[in-house]
């Protein structure tokens, strides 16, 4: 695609349901990232993937976050028994190889936990 | 682990200002630098990068950053703003490995028309 996709554009959630955040990165692009970002802050790293394996998950605050990329190309964020503090935007963005290249950035998904 | 810090919060700058918005990092060993840029609506993109080399670097839309080592800075600069150029502005920072990036809080800049 032209670029990095990311559905929906917003969710709105009560507490404590389950909900899955979309990701279709650029054609090609083996590195995925997801990124949160609250209000008035940067983005805060949550998980890298290379190719189907998450190369790091340290980012991810606890065992309710959970993220796959099965194929190596779409990639799916999950967020159990959610929170009202998971209430943020949560990016997506992918590269082409994960070394220095350049993040390319979804608009995001802005999470909504009334 | 690495962290990255800009000074400014909120600049508000009129039309044909000069502007500097400050970024420092906190790492010891090899480091790239980036600049990103998000205009209101849209998704985060990305204005210039460092890997190594001339420590001036020069990016689009007449954006420069220029890296001291020995001060971990990697300041943006931009000799004549315009009414355009209002957005939030993020550094960040990855290892030499390139694999995890860190940004910034992010400096909003309003330019006044």
């Known amino acids: 695609g032209a670029g990095v996709s990311q559905t929906p554009s917003n969710k709105v959630t009560e507490k404590g349901k389950y909900v899955e955040l979309r990701c279709d990165p650029i054609s090609g692009h083996t590195a995925l990232y997801w990124y949160r970002q609250s209000l008035g802050q940067g983005p805060e790293f949550l998980i890298y993937?290379?190719?189907?394996?998450?190369?790091?998950d340290s980012g991810l605050p606890n065992d309710r976050f959970f993220a796959v990329r099965p194929e190596g190309s779409v990639s799916t964020l999950k967020i159990q028994r959610t929170e009202r503090g998971d209430s943020a935007v949560y990016l997506c963005?992918?590269?082409?190889?994960?070394?220095?290249?350049?993040?390319?950035f979804g608009n995001g998904t802005r999470l909504t936990v009334t | 682990a690495q962290s990255v810090s800009q000074h400014n919060h909120h600049v508000i700058l009129s039309e044909a200002a000069s502007l500097e918005l400050g970024c420092n990092y906190s790492?010891?060993?090899?480091?790239?630098l980036f600049w990103y840029v998000q205009y209101p609506g849209q998704h985060l993109q990305l204005l210039l990068k460092?890997?190594?080399?001339?420590?001036l670097v020069k990016g689009i839309k007449g954006f420069e950053a220029e890296f001291i080592k020995s001060k971990f800075s990697f300041n943006l600069r931009k000799p004549s703003v315009q009414w355009s150029d209002t957005a939030e502005y993020f550094c960040?920072?990855?290892?030499?490995?390139?694999?995890?990036?860190?940004f910034g809080p992010g400096t909003r800049l309003s330019v006044l028309p």
């Open positions: 993937f290379q190719g189907t394996g998450a190369a790091d």
């Open positions: 960040a920072v990855t290892d030499n490995y390139g694999q995890n990036f860190v």
């Open positions: 460092y890997f190594s080399g001339d420590p």
């Open positions: 963005a992918s590269s082409l190889d994960g070394y220095n290249s350049p993040l390319h």
């Open positions: 790492y010891g060993g090899t480091v790239n």
